[in-house]
C-alpha cells in the first residue's frame, strides 16, 4: 500500500542507496540494468532499493503470477546480464521484511502494544464493533475501521521535493 513511501524514506535515511526503485516510477528494464552497471564500473558496488510494488511499473512482469518477488527477479535480471557480458558480480540480496518481523520489540513498542491490547479489550466489553484503538494526540481513542480502510492509496508524487532529494542523495536521474 505505502511500500513507496516507506522505501523512499529509508532510502534518505540509509544515507548509502544508489539506486531508489518506487512503483510510481516509469521503469524500464534496460535502463535500470545500464544504471546498475555503470554503478558497478564506477564505484565496484551499488546498493539497490526496491519498493515491493515496483512489480507494476516493470512491462517485463506484466502477466505474471502475483506473487513474483521483485527484488528476487531483479537480482536474477542483474546476474544474467552481467553473465552476458562476461563480467563478474556478487549479490547480497537481503529482503528486510523477515528482519523486521524476526526482531524483539524494544520496551516502548512492548508497553504501547500493551496498552493497545488493554484499549481494545475495553472496547470490545463496552459492546464496540468495527472499532481500532489508535493513539491520537497523545490520546488512545476508539476509531471506525473505516477510518483506515476507506482512506485512497498514498502515491509518491514524483514532482515532489521529497523525491527529488531522494534523486540527489542517490545520483540517479529524476
Known sequence: LHSGFLTLEATLAMGSVDLCLLPEMDLAMDEVLDQCEALMG?????????????????????????NVDVGIWLRDQ???????????????????????????????????????????????LAGFTGICVARVNERNVYMPLQAFSDVPKKRVCLSSLQFARMCFATGQPL
Open 78 to 124: 542483474l546476474l544474467a546480464r552481467f553473465k552476458e557480458k562476461h563480467k563478474p558480480l556478487t549479490v547480497k540480496y537481503i529482503d528486510p521484511t523477515y528482519t523486521l518481523r524476526a526482531s524483539k520489540a524494544n520496551a516502548y513498542d512492548s508497553v504501547y502494544g500493551a496498552v493497545m491490547a488493554e484499549h481494545a479489550v475495553h472496547g470490545a
Open 42 to 66: 564506477a564505484r565496484g558496488h551499488a546498493v539497490v532499493a526496491v519498493a515491493d510494488g515496483c512489480k507494476s511499473s516493470f512491462d517485463e512482469l506484466a502477466g505474471q503470477a502475483e
